[in-house]
């Protein structure tokens, strides 16, 4: 069984930053685990309340909700690399990304 | 553009005495960086701007926690007699938790900003329509982010909002020592126009508090360290010593020193909201001469107050009785107050607003401190000296006569330090001596001062009886008493200089 990915991303308003924290994630998803994950999108601007119950500081936060432990990458992504690391997006039983 | 000359406006924090060291409060709708050691009271200083603000000005106010969790800061000052979860249910106090979450590994990769506590800030403060702030331990920020040139733009980015949003804001950070470099990393400097420090410094033994308005960017403020402490409900309280204006009245009305002989060697008696010191070695007589003047305010229909730091409430009962002078039964009818206290239970400050509290309850005519000087063995120097200024200049404030007695360093006299920072604030000063005559030991006492009128000069000799101080004649044919090293004069000696001055008074 393939393990599902569920991530919240927390990001203030459309700034550049935010949207390059999208843009970072949505391409990271696709290249290791298409189709194996989740993503939503918290505008802090909008709906302070989620960054309250989710303890956010800064902008962008991504959360890892699944699989647990649960983890936070703060940021805007950019080292796409180490994020993958980070999030686990590789394992031995991945498949290589072709490229 | 800057704006030349502008007037800043006060937020009156309603901590005790604050205010009036910062001349009317923080800088309104600005940040105020409070710095202090590990246990200097930062918190405590930081919460209270929150806890008075609803208390006496009905601000509601958020804190943001950095460092100690909501939980934990509701139970620390709850031991205050604060009850911060009854502020919260009543919408005055929101807290914004941005402690570190422990069981979620954090890692920074990239550029960030620290939009989402804006967010939430903005947010809590529309909630509950608050006007006061605080960060506490905003300086731990920095430790929780790799990039230091990115975080430090963004904690002023941070401090920038709560200005748009006219918050007062007090905002604390840790520092390594007592003196010398403001913060670590000297960052927060630049986050505040306005820095306060508290200082916790052992000095002689001794820990002394001390808050320090180090600036308030084009506003006015008290300079210097001015001592502090926290008592439960109150919080911090500070006591602007020297900042203490001499505005008392005086008064000529007279009042019985509880000794007839006393009296007419006074000139009439004490003045009615005087302060008198009373010197003299152990044994003397002071505690006598205590118990005499409350006995004789007693008596007038006064209503008399004692804090006694030598003995112990039987042995001054006792003793009194000795005199023939009944304290319990003069307790009994609620116009006396007898307060037995070791100096060292508290620190000064402690015993400085305990016995302003006893004062304001108690709303003596005349009050006693025997001995003044045991209080000496709790305090700095410094310290002792700003306590007495401080404690004096309060009762002459609410009219009230004051006695105090103080115990010489050696058994012949000389000067204890109590004198030393009491004489120049008092309105009446008398000795009590042991005088060495003819190996015998008597006892001596003089009227050294007595602001505004005349007094006797003499040195008389008394007696202590069980109807207490019998003041007897003046001693003749010695000289030196004060000096510890008395001389006698043969009396043809005595005569043949009489006779050069013809001179009676």
Redesign the interface.
């Given at each position: 069984m393939a393990q599902v990915f569920s991530f919240s991303l927390f990001i203030a308003g459309h700034s550049s930053r935010s949207e390059t924290a999208v843009k970072n994630l949505r391409s990271l998803c696709e290249r290791w685990i298409p189709g194996r994950y989740r993503i939503s999108v918290v505008d802090v601007l909008e709906s302070p309340e989620m960054a309250e119950h989710s303890k956010i500081l800064a902008t962008p936060t991504l959360v890892r909700l699944l699989p647990l432990p649960s983890l936070r990458v703060v940021g805007d992504l950019s080292d796409q690399a180490r994020v993958a690391l980070v999030l686990g997006l590789q394992s031995s039983d991945d498949v290589p990304p072709a490229s | 553009m800057s704006q030349p000359a502008r007037f800043v406006e006060k937020l009156a924090t309603g901590i005790s005495g604050f205010d009036f060291i910062a001349d009317g409060g923080l800088p309104l709708g600005r940040a105020t960086l409070v710095t202090g050691t590990a246990g200097s009271a930062k918190t405590v200083f930081a919460s209270q701007f929150l806890a008075d603000g609803i208390r006496q000005f009905d601000e509601p106010g958020v804190f943001v926690t950095f460092e100690e969790s909501p939980e934990d800061i509701r139970r620390n000052l709850f031991s205050l007699g604060w009850d911060i979860a009854d502020w919260e249910r009543r919408g005055k106090w929101v807290f914004?938790?941005?402690?570190p979450?422990p069981?979620?590994?954090?890692?920074?990769?990239?550029?960030?900003?620290?939009?989402?506590?804006?967010?939430?800030i903005?947010?809590?403060v529309a909630q509950v329509g608050a006007r006061r702030i605080i960060f506490d331990a905003f300086g731990s920020?920095l430790l929780r982010?790799p990039d230091l040139a990115m975080i430090r733009q963004?904690m002023l980015r941070v401090v920038a909002g709560l200005k748009r949003l006219e918050l007062t804001a007090v905002l604390t950070a840790e520092r390594m020592q007592e003196y010398g470099e403001v913060v670590r990393h000297g960052i927060e400097e630049f986050v505040a126009d306005n820095v306060v420090i508290l200082r916790n410094v052992l000095e002689d033994e001794k820990r002394r508090r001390t808050l320090e308005i180090l600036k308030f960017r084009g506003a006015t403020h008290q300079k210097g360290e001015f001592p502090f402490t926290i008592v439960p409900e109150a919080g911090v309280v500070v006591l602007p010593l020297s900042a203490i204006e001499l505005k008392q009245k005086s008064s000529n009305l007279r009042i019985s020193s509880g000794n007839s002989e006393l009296d007419r060697m006074c000139g009439g008696g004490f003045f009615r909201d005087s302060i008198i010191l009373v010197s003299g070695a152990t044994g003397t007589g002071k505690t006598l001469m205590t118990t005499e003047f409350i006995a004789g305010g007693f008596e007038a229909g006064e209503r008399c107050l004692l804090f006694a730091f030598e003995e112990s409430r039987e042995q001054l009962f006792r003793n009194a009785l000795g005199w023939g002078v009944d304290f319990e039964k003069m307790e009994a009818e609620g116009r006396l107050k007898v307060m037995c206290v070791y100096p060292e239970t508290a620190g000064l400050e402690d015993h400085l607003i305990g016995m302003k509290e006893v004062v304001e309850e108690f709303r003596p005519n005349r009050m006693a401190v025997d001995s003044l000087s045991a209080l000496e063995r709790v305090a700095t120097l410094r310290g002792f000296r700003e306590f007495v200024i401080s404690f004096t200049s309060f009762i002459k404030h609410h009219e009230i006569a004051g006695l105090f007695t103080s115990t010489t360093p050696t058994l012949m006299g000389g000067t204890s330090a109590t004198e030393t920072h009491i004489s120049t604030i008092t309105d009446s000063i008398i000795l009590l001596r042991y005088v060495e005559m003819h190996g015998e030991m008597r006892r001596g006492l003089t009227v050294l001062k007595m602001r505004g009128s005349g007094h006797d000069k003499e040195i008389r000799e008394f007696g202590i009886s069980a109807d207490g101080m019998n003041i007897g004649k003046p001693f003749r044919n010695i000289y030196g008493i004060l000096s510890g090293m008395p001389r006698h004069l043969s009396p043809s000696e005595a005569d043949r200089i009489g006779s050069l001055f013809n001179d009676e008074v």
């Open positions: - | 914004i938790d941005a402690t979450q069981e979620e590994e954090s890692v920074v990769i990239g550029a960030f900003d620290l939009g989402a506590l804006l967010a939430r903005e947010q809590s920020v982010f963004e």
